[in-house]
């Protein structure tokens, strides 16, 4: 009777410490699902070379219905081609 008394101890002894050590990590673990995700930026795509970017880095056509890449590119559709 005093083996079987001590595995029930043991047993839990052993729930116990593992329910107060889940208890403290959840604590001092930050919450990775308090923080928010940051809200998806728009890609555009470049009408001289079609590579898509993030609309606040793109650069607008007058009438921001076309969007560049770069400067140069922006320039280059509206030079008279050759």
Known sequence: MGLLRLLLWLVL???LFWMVRR???????????????LPPNPMVRCAHCG??????RAL??????????????RRLQHEPRN
């Open 23 to 37: 208890w403290w990590r959840g604590k001092t673990r930050p919450q990775a699902n308090k923080a928010r995700p």
């Open 51 to 56: 590579v898509h970017v993030p609309q606040e």
């Open 13 to 15: 002894l052993g729930a």
């Open 60 to 73: 607008p056509d007058g009438d921001h219905q076309r969007w560049y890449c770069s400067a140069e590119h």
